[in-house]
């Protein structure tokens, strides 16, 4: 066997390999053998993988959380399209139009995530939605990664488009509201965000 043929090889088992990685969402290994072999599945691959996903969404076979799914093709889009970077396949700010209620910022850190720091929202309680994160990382395969709070606050959407941040967390305290405004004003570009103290 000549070395570039075992080369060849070699490079055809590691992309089976991130392939195989790629559909079971473990991203943090996706990142890991990206960056030790300087490669990455090609954007028709990706598009394979996310139709069979988009398929099986659109089915309804066998899904017990949706929103989970749907969580993971998106991920998938952004990995295609801007590059398997944990600060590309987490978002940053997950905040839904018209949304009235409590809102987390996080700091995500370790494993193959520097820092990164997301705002979430979508539950009653503060602690529930730090706990719905770090089921979302898990989920995404960051599992040397931890969630750390900093802090909370409450958003309302105004019936003339502006978005209030306001309040704070009985459990966690007050988040850096200027922080989030600007990773707000960053989904909703055409926004005013008020922060009141």
């Known amino acids: 066997m000549t070395g570039s043929s075992f080369s060849t090889q070699k490079k055809t088992v590691i992309y089976k390999k991130l ?4 559909k079971a969402f473990k991203f943090e290994e996706v990142v890991k053998l990206g960056k030790q072999h300087n490669m990455m ?3 028709s691959d990706m598009d394979r993988i996310i139709n069979s996903f988009v398929v099986q969404r659109g089915s309804g076979d066998i ?3 949706p929103h989970q799914l749907d969580q993971r093709i998106n991920a998938l889009l952004r990995c295609r399209d801007h590059g398997c970077a944990p600060e590309k396949i987490i978002e940053k700010t997950i905040l839904p139009e018209g949304y009235s209620g409590k809102i987390l910022m996080v700091a995500i850190m370790g494993g193959v995530i520097n820092r990164l720091v997301c705002l979430r929202s979508g539950d009653l309680w503060h602690r529930e939605i730090l706990k719905n994160t770090k089921n979302e990382i898990r989920d995404l ?7 750390y709070e900093l802090g909370g606050a409450h958003v309302r959407f ?6 209030v ?3 704070t967390s009985d459990d966690f305290g007050s988040c850096d509201k200027l922080y989030a405004s ?3 004003k960053k989904v909703f570009k055409d926004r005013k965000v008020i922060v009141m103290d």
Do not use: Y
Request: glycine share 6%; aromatic share 10%.
């Open 158 to 163: 105004e019936t003339n488009n502006d978005i």
């Open 182 to 184: 600007r990773l707000i």
């Open 141 to 147: 395969g960051f599992f040397e990664s931890s969630v």
């Open 41 to 43: 599945l090609t954007s």
């Open 63 to 65: 899904i017990r959380n």
């Open 19 to 22: 392939s195989a990685c790629v």
């Open 165 to 167: 941040i306001f309040g």
